[in-house]
């Protein structure tokens, strides 16, 4: 059974991790090139700081996002978001394997 889902309409249902994982992927595709903290991130898209962090790594994990410590530290979608395409090819592994199947 899913658990959290939201009804983007009446085909598509996403969880709140796959829901925020988008926007946290739309917020960084907005300012591509540039590096942006998990705190910018969470309170732009009004999203816990600490779920945003776990997100993060998933999306990390799945090569979705590139992280770089330090002061100037932050996120980075791994590609130029023009060149991936539309649809889950590129963000498969973690989006659709971490996120949006994830069972209680």
Same mark, same amino acid.
């Given at each position: 059974? !899913?658990?959290?889902?939201?009804?983007?309409?009446?085909? %598509?249902?996403?969880?709140?991790?796959?829901?925020?994982?988008?926007?946290? %992927?739309?917020?960084?595709?907005? #300012?591509?090139?540039? @590096?942006?903290? /998990?705190?910018? *991130?969470? $309170? @732009?898209?009004? /999203?816990?700081?600490?779920?945003?962090? =776990?997100? %993060? +790594?998933?999306?990390?994990? +799945?090569?979705?996002?590139?992280? $770089?410590? +330090?002061? @100037? +530290?932050? !996120?980075?979608? $791994?590609?130029?978001?023009?060149?991936?395409?539309?649809?889950? =090819?590129? #963000?498969?592994?973690?989006? #659709? =394997?971490? *996120?949006?199947? @994830? =069972?209680?």
């Amino acid at each position: 059974m !899913y658990t959290n889902l939201v009804d983007i309409n009446k085909n %598509m249902r996403f969880s709140t991790k796959a829901e925020y994982g988008l926007k946290a %992927m739309t917020n960084l595709a907005q #300012c591509y090139p540039a @590096q942006k903290t /998990i705190g910018e *991130i969470a $309170s @732009q898209e009004n /999203i816990s700081q600490k779920y945003l962090e =776990r997100l %993060m +790594g998933i999306l990390r994990n +799945g090569e979705v996002v590139q992280s $770089s410590k +330090g002061k @100037q +530290g932050g !996120y980075v979608l $791994s590609k130029d978001p023009k060149k991936i395409p539309f649809g889950w =090819r590129y #963000c498969a592994n973690a989006l #659709c =394997r971490k *996120i949006l199947f @994830q =069972r209680a």
